[in-house]
């Protein structure tokens, strides 16, 4: 069975602080990957980041970054100096990497709310 | 290259009636799911598939009903809508991206209103 929780559901910070969304999975498999995604008041679904099991380098994408921790079953993302178009629900999710299970499993997403 | 393509992005339906829900992909992937996003619930996993002729059932499969005839498409049925299947419903697929690795791809959703 795979899980994902994400406990933080509503966030607000001031513009220009940092935040960190927290993300909790559970997995079975060897070998999965993880996701993170924003869906702006818009509605759509944006993609943000994917890792695999075998890569725990942190990575870092002009403001935000993502600190993977197989040790922890963590998949944490920081966002530097916000803004308030950073503004979103962010999802994070899981996948097993091949065959029957690779069901594509949600947290319930954190709502962030950045104020000017 | 239109990705992920969702028909229709809007219905309202009564109680009781029937619709189908048209998810068509040009990517290739073998693997579609659908999902239904609701306040304070997240994205829950209605049903997906693994590959054309396969499905099986996610989260949340009662009330619903899909088909993978082909590849590129994966129906998802309502026979006797309910005012609780009220939400935005998403496709997606997964599958090798632009930049080599595996990333999920949506479709722009597709409000329902049962009335």
């Known amino acids: 069975a795979q899980k994902v929780t994400q406990a933080q559901t509503e966030i607000s910070v001031v513009e220009k602080e940092d935040v960190t969304l927290d993300c909790v999975y559970e997995?079975?498999?060897?070998?999965?990957?993880l996701f993170w995604y924003k869906q702006p008041p818009s509605g759509e679904l944006v993609f943000l980041i994917r890792?695999?099991?075998?890569?725990?380098q942190n990575e870092i994408s002009g403001r935000y970054s993502w600190n993977f921790q197989k040790s922890t079953s963590s998949f944490n993302f920081t966002i530097t100096a916000s803004q308030v178009v950073d503004s979103a629900v962010y999802f994070c999710?899981?996948?097993?990497?091949?065959?029957?299970?690779?069901?594509?499993?949600f947290g319930k997403g954190i709502t962030l709310s950045v104020r000017p | 290259n239109a990705g992920v393509t969702q028909t229709p992005k809007f219905r309202v339906l009564k109680t009781g009636q029937s619709m189908t829900l048209l998810c068509a992909q040009d990517?290739?992937?073998?693997?579609m799911y659908w999902y239904r996003q609701d306040p304070g619930m997240g994205l829950r996993l209605i049903h997906y598939?693994?590959?054309?002729?396969?499905?099986a059932k996610g989260e949340v499969p009662d009330g619903y009903n899909v088909s993978r005839l082909k590849k590129q498409n994966f129906l998802l049925g309502l026979e006797s809508a309910a005012p609780s299947q009220t939400s935005v419903y998403f496709c997606?697929?997964?599958?090798?991206?632009?930049?080599?690795?595996?990333?999920?791809?949506f479709g722009q959703g597709t409000r329902l209103t049962v009335v």
């Open positions: 890792r695999n099991s075998f890569d725990e």
């Open positions: 997995t079975r498999d060897t070998t999965y990957y």
């Open positions: 997606a697929t997964l599958g090798q991206g632009d930049a080599g690795g595996t990333e999920a791809f």
């Open positions: 999710a899981l996948s097993a990497a091949t065959g029957a299970n690779s069901k594509l499993t």
């Open positions: 990517m290739n992937h073998e693997y």
């Open positions: 598939s693994v590959g054309e002729g396969t499905t």
